[in-house]
């Protein structure tokens, strides 16, 4: 396991990877909510990806730089997540406190890395699911 977790600033930086957020694992109604919350022009030109069932063993780095909008009326039956690519630390907390107001099940939050981006989509969910549970002990 890979308990590199870091504390986030607040910087404009742009963290590691092409702009983009991909959504896993939500129902329907869900993904069309999360959307909805990306239409504000605070997050102007940010692609948003749905990972579907037929993802899951696709490289993440292919899956950053899909069209935006793909996926949205696929399922996929994995674990909630979002992980955000290309965002700065500021627009990743704008990401979070945007979430959390929907009211939504709570996901599993992660960033592209050097490492990550060449992890499939389901290597990185269970690596973020088993990174959870260790931190839930």
């Not at 909510?33 to 997050?43: A, D, E, P, R, V």
């Not at 107001?101 to 690596?127: D, F, G, Y």
Request: aromatic share 6%; glycine share 4%.
């Amino acid at each position: 396991m890979n308990h590199s977790l870091k504390v986030v600033g607040e910087s404009r930086e742009k963290m590691y990877g092409p702009r983009s957020l991909l959504i896993c694992g939500f129902s329907s109604d869900e993904r069309k909510t999360i959307l909805k919350i990306f239409k504000n022009k605070k997050f102007k030109n940010l692609p948003i990806v749905y990972i579907t069932d037929e993802d899951r063993l696709e490289r993440m780095k292919n899956m950053v730089i899909r069209d935006h909008e793909s996926g949205l009326d696929s399922e996929c039956g994995l674990e909630r997540a979002i992980i955000m690519s290309g965002l700065t630390e500021k627009e990743l907390h704008l990401t979070m406190s945007a979430y959390k107001k929907m009211k939504l099940p709570k996901p599993l939050w992660a960033t592209l890395t050097p490492t990550s981006q060449n992890w499939t989509v389901e290597a990185l969910i269970s690596e973020l699911n088993n990174e959870r549970l260790h931190l839930e002990k």
